[in-house]
């Protein structure tokens, strides 16, 4: 069957050569292929044909940015059991991918001489309650006008943007809108703050806003890439999936279509929508909703009963029988 498939995709493909040289090429027999043609199509095809719409749905769904991990998970969500090999292997034949990325060299400016804050977070990156320990870092865009940089804070209980400012600058200013904004929505009691060794983290301006907020400053050790990985997973995050996937094809031409575009992800996707492998497949917004429900664990959003996708009716592909009701 899949010799037969490979010479009927070569067919619609246009190939040069004929059906009956690509049998006998192939080994097989003309009259089979042509039998195997006409055979109405498995329950196995029937179940990836129906498997495929709702893969396309999801994938459309998250503007193209979820690959396999998370289109499986939401189709758990539907309650519909199947491996997540079998999805990445219909979305492949779909011509379906989720965002991608390239590396790009980070905007850290190192202050010579100062010295750094104790390192509060350990590598620790799952605090058991939100507002415990936040991190910030800061993400530079180029655009026609000029670079625009973002500063975010991120609770690392949750993984949500709890605050965050843009501007043509890296000063002290920016990080310091951005930790306000944060304390003004979560109004913590106490906690951390975690960033790298950047300037605009150990100027005054910064370290007065951590006191006056009652948070204490944190860093981890200088050139080590895991010491601020939550916050350079979310710039990832940002750049594979808003940055570089929806990205116009002359680049981002003013700051403020690249603030707006920024804006739609972190408030109208990330924060309420997108999918965290961390999180157990559930969103920032999910995660903080089930914690304060007393339920952890999101067993509530589990469905009750999974639906095998080969137990599935599909309707659509079966002729729909009519009923008269007798006079």
């Known amino acids: 069957m899949i010799v037969y498939r490979h010479v009927s995709d070569a067919k619609q493909?246009?190939?040069?050569?004929?059906?009956?040289?690509?049998?006998?090429?192939?080994?097989?027999?003309?009259?089979?292929?042509?039998a195997w043609k006409q055979r109405p199509p498995s329950d196995r095809e029937l179940n990836d044909a129906w498997l495929s719409e709702r893969i396309r749905a999801i994938h459309a769904g998250s503007s193209g940015r979820y690959g396999s991990p998370r289109v499986h998970a939401m189709l758990r969500r539907e309650g519909i059991r199947v491996g997540e090999k079998r999805v990445a292997r219909l979305m492949r034949?779909?011509?379906?991918?989720g965002a991608h990325r390239r590396r790009r060299k980070g905007c850290t400016i190192p202050v010579a001489g100062?010295?750094?804050?104790?390192?509060?977070?350990?590598r620790d990156f799952r605090?058991?309650?939100?507002?415990t320990v936040w991190a910030i870092d800061i993400k530079q865009t180029k655009t026609g006008e000029g670079w625009l940089y973002l500063a975010a804070v991120q609770d690392l209980f949750s993984r949500r943007i709890v605050g965050w400012s843009m501007a043509s600058h890296m000063r002290s200013e920016l990080v310091v809108d951005a930790l306000q904004i944060a304390v003004t929505k979560r109004r913590p009691a106490s906690g951390t703050i975690h960033s790298d060794h950047g300037g605009q983290f150990v100027g005054l301006l910064f370290g007065q806003a951590c006191h006056d907020a009652g948070i204490a400053q944190s860093m981890?050790?200088?050139?080590?890439c895991y010491d601020n990985a939550v916050a350079e997973t979310f710039f990832a995050t940002l750049t594979k999936e808003k940055l570089l996937h929806d990205r116009?094809?002359?680049?981002?031409?003013?700051?403020?279509?690249l603030r707006s575009a920024i804006f739609e992800y972190i408030e109208g996707f990330y924060n309420p929508t997108r999918l965290h492998?961390?999180?157990e497949m559930r969103s920032p917004t999910e995660y903080e909703a089930d914690h304060a429900a007393g339920d952890p664990d999101g067993l509530a959003r589990t469905p009750?009963?999974?639906?095998?996708?080969?137990?599935?009716?599909?309707?659509t592909a079966l002729p729909t029988a009519t009923t008269t009701t007798p006079t």
């Open 13 to 34: 493909a246009k190939e040069q050569l004929s059906v009956s040289l690509m049998c006998e090429l192939l080994g097989v027999s003309e009259s089979g292929y042509w």
């Open 93 to 97: 034949a779909a011509g379906l991918q």
């Open 114 to 122: 100062v010295e750094p804050f104790r390192d509060l977070v350990g």
């Open 127 to 131: 605090p058991k309650t939100p507002n």
């Open 220 to 224: 981890g050790a200088v050139g080590s």
């Open 248 to 257: 116009p094809s002359g680049g981002w031409s003013t700051w403020a279509e």
């Open 277 to 279: 492998s961390t999180l």
């Open 304 to 315: 009750a009963r999974e639906k095998s996708v080969h137990n599935l009716r599909l309707h």
